[in-house]
């Protein structure tokens, strides 16, 4: 089983900033790609930024300058550092990762998902 545990939600006024973390645990043999995704009341989930084990980004345009997106490889933890909030950036935030297991199996993981509220 592996597991992702979201923190780092909450309310913040416009302007505000917030950082979510998430940790993975379980029976995991490698990490590819960790990401956030995001999903607005009456929206599709989107994806809000992505990092791979060596580093690479990958930013939604809506966020580009404003959210930035690292990683920690040997606890196997990504952040998202959100600045420069938006009310339209309210969301329920879903960690992701995509990883491979002790047999060698394809691995996709969804966190439970942690609310922000960004108010005008």
């Known amino acids: 089983q592996v597991q992702l545990v979201e923190s780092g939600g909450g309310l913040v006024q416009a302007g505000g900033s917030l950082r979510l973390s998430c940790a993975a645990s379980?029976?995991?043999?490698?990490?590819?790609?960790m990401g956030w995704y995001r999903q607005a009341p009456g929206k599709q989930r989107e994806l809000v930024a992505a990092?791979?084990?060596?580093?690479?980004?990958n930013y939604a345009d809506s966020v580009k300058g404003r959210f930035t997106i690292s990683r920690d490889n040997a606890k196997n933890t990504v952040y998202l550092q959100m600045n420069s909030l938006k009310p339209e950036d309210t969301a329920v935030y879903y960690c992701?990762?995509?990883?491979?297991?002790?047999?060698?199996?394809?691995?996709?993981?969804w966190g439970q998902g942690t609310l922000v509220t960004v108010s005008s």
């Open positions: 990092i791979t084990t060596g580093g690479s980004t």
């Open positions: 379980g029976s995991i043999f490698k990490i590819n790609a």
């Open positions: 992701n990762t995509k990883a491979v297991g002790f047999k060698f199996e394809p691995l996709e993981v």
